[in-house]
């Protein structure tokens, strides 16, 4: 049972660079999101699907796309990578009103 | 997150009771969660709390919600080493899931 997995675990890039980060769930959920966390600032929501075919935009967006590809993914795209999206940015999905499953996060730095 | 606010940092004395807070500020709110996080490790839910509950009991797990004033605790009795961490408290509403800062919570013996 795989749950969440997200690709890749570390990812070093450039400033200016683009990236995708990959999320999949084989849990049939509905709900999938994507969490930026850094120190002292918790986990800060970024997008979220609630649906296949819909994405809203959470507390941090700015710097950021997502495309729900299809229920069981959720892509984020950095276009142009600036060194304070250096995180460790970590997917989640659920079903509604239950329990929120998290990948083992990515963490990415921008130099 | 803004919607959800704790207090950055707790030090326990092994075997004692460990109480962390959280106040969130949606009372739409309908469920409220503490997750677990280990170093180097991804969250770990621990115990959920449906909005219309004042409390739930799990093992040494004790969740108090106190719709009124918007605040949530989770206790943890006879703390032990394996319970540092840090603990976020996170509400749901409308499909968005927020998270506070999370509390570090450090047992020593």
């Known amino acids: 049972n795989a749950g969440v997995t997200q690709t890749p675990k570390f990812q070093v890039l450039k400033t200016g660079q683009s990236m995708t980060l990959q999320c999949a769930q084989d849990?049939?959920?509905?709900?999938m999101y994507w969490y930026r966390q850094d120190p002292g600032m918790g986990l800060r929501l970024i997008y979220y699907?609630?649906?296949?075919?819909?994405?809203d935009k959470g507390e941090v967006p700015n710097g950021y796309n997502v495309s729900r590809l299809n229920k069981r993914e959720f892509s984020l795209r950095l276009e142009s990578a600036a060194p304070s999206q250096t995180s460790v940015y970590f997917c989640?999905?659920?079903?509604?009103?239950?329990?929120?499953?998290f990948g083992q996060g990515t963490r990415l730095t921008v130099v | 997150g803004e919607d959800v606010e704790q207090s950055l940092f707790l030090s326990v004395r092994e075997g004692d009771s460990s109480v962390i807070n959280c106040t969130y500020t949606?009372?739409?709110?309908?469920?409220l969660y503490w997750y677990k996080q280990e170093p180097g490790a991804g969250l770990q839910l621990l115990t959920y709390?449906?909005?219309?509950?004042d409390m739930k009991q799990d093992q040494r797990l004790t969740v108090l919600l106190n719709k009124k004033d918007k605040h949530l605790s989770l206790r943890i009795a006879d703390t032990q080493t394996g319970d540092s961490a840090i603990y976020f408290c996170?509400?749901?509403?409308?499909?968005?899931?927020?998270f506070g800062a999370g509390t570090t919570v450090t047992v020593r013996a």
């Open positions: 989640a999905s659920s079903s509604s009103n239950t329990e929120a499953f």
């Open positions: 849990m049939n959920h509905n709900s």
């Open positions: 699907s609630a649906s296949e075919g819909t994405t």
């Open positions: 949606d009372s739409s709110s309908t469920y």
């Open positions: 709390i449906f909005s219309n509950m």
């Open positions: 996170a509400d749901l509403n409308d499909y968005k899931l927020s």
